[in-house]
């Protein structure tokens, strides 16, 4: 396995380029000494030459020295709308391209090489190589290292409740105000820089943007990251209970119970489901609460009994009571964590959550207008 290593700088990037440290084989490349100047005055990084063969093709270079979508966009907008000097084509070198990148480098004929060994680079009449499939060897410089899981994937998750705010602190206080946790139990709010730093990292991929206001451009793709990196919540205890009673009488019980210990508690994303799709579940309600003890003090039911028709399970885990949803005094958990846990699921599972992100893009759509 190759060892990850630390996002380099745009300097030490161009200094390997001076010492020769970056390949794409067959080719081979020379550092030119000097800085393309392009006739909007603007500096690109530095000049290099390609050959092979005898055959040699100079570039005027954009380094980037993080891997994101959105320093990727920005080097290609840059390279596009240069006037470069003559016979020199554009080259974009980023410390990892993916092979989709790869691709939309190829279309606007541009040229691109990364620090793993991938790389697109073609000069008509000349010669025209492709690589692509090395894994990213570097480790992401971003300080929040996944904003899309735990605790600093609400910053995301609020976003789809709203799709604009117009202020970090306004994002903050709506992302606490819907934390049950904060609200009702011994949590700590969210700081405002956890609320920035992932704010910072929703833009480099393209996902949030600030133009008057903090906006989301893509909501389709925060929730393909959210469920590609969502992992169940932590627990602490897991109970099983028969209590005899019809699931109406169940969930008065266990609200007044909760209520008589200020204990907080949420259905399950699989329990929730019918809140937001059409699918049969079974007897079971599932709930979550961050402390059982109290709580089976207060109930009355059977451990042992072979078919159980209430779950209790022990956790701390915010996310999986934020934003949750009243039905009179009763909570379900929110679309986007019924979305979550769906998708976790099994094929039957994954087909309803399409449902459910009908309904949250349909809510997303009416809150916006």
């Not at 605790?151 to 117009?166: C, Q, T």
Request: proline share 5%; aromatic share 6%; glycine share 6%.
């Amino acid at each position: 396995m190759k060892r990850i290593r630390k996002m380099p700088t745009e300097r030490e990037m161009i200094e390997q380029l001076r010492r020769g440290k970056v390949s794409l084989p067959p080719l081979s490349f020379r550092f030119v000494e000097g800085q393309p100047e392009t006739r909007e005055n603007r500096r690109l990084d530095a000049f290099v030459e390609a050959s092979w063969r005898g055959s040699t093709a100079r570039f005027a270079v954009e380094c980037k020295s993080i891997s994101t979508p959105r320093a990727f966009q920005d080097g290609l907008n840059l390279l596009k709308s240069s006037s470069l000097p003559k016979g020199c084509g554009p080259m974009l070198i980023m410390p990892f391209l993916s092979e989709m990148q790869l691709q939309e480098l190829e279309r606007e004929g541009i040229s691109g090489i990364d620090l793993c060994g991938n790389g697109v680079v073609v000069v008509p009449g000349m010669f025209a190589v492709l690589r692509s499939g090395e894994k990213n060897r570097f480790s992401s410089s971003a300080p929040i290292k996944n904003i899309y899981r735990k605790n600093s994937s609400m910053v995301g998750r609020i976003f789809l409740l709203r799709s604009g705010y117009d202020t970090v602190q306004e994002i903050c206080s709506e992302i606490n105000r819907r934390n049950m946790l904060v609200n009702r139990w011994d949590k700590r709010p969210m700081s405002l820089s956890t609320v920035s730093k992932s704010l910072k990292a929703l833009e480099e991929d393209l996902i949030v943007e600030r133009k008057g206001i903090i906006h989301l451009l893509q909501p389709d793709k925060l929730l393909e990251k959210l469920s590609g990196n969502y992992v169940p919540p932590k627990i602490k205890e897991r109970v099983r209970l028969k209590v005899s009673e019809g699931s109406a009488t169940i969930r008065e019980s266990l609200l007044k119970q909760s209520q008589a210990v200020s204990l907080p508690f949420v259905a399950a994303g699989t329990s929730s489901v019918g809140q937001y799709a059409v699918m049969q579940r079974g007897d079971l309600l599932s709930v979550y609460c961050p402390r059982l003890d109290v709580l089976l003090e207060r109930l009355a039911g059977s451990q042992s009994d072979r078919f159980p028709n209430l779950e209790l399970v022990e956790t701390d885990d915010e996310t999986v009571y934020f934003d949750a949803r009243p039905e009179g005094n009763f909570w379900w958990a929110s679309p986007v964590q019924v979305y979550l846990e769906l998708m976790a699921g099994d094929k039957r599972d994954r087909d309803t959550a399409e449902q459910v992100k009908s309904f949250l893009l349909t809510d997303l759509l009416q809150v916006k207008q």
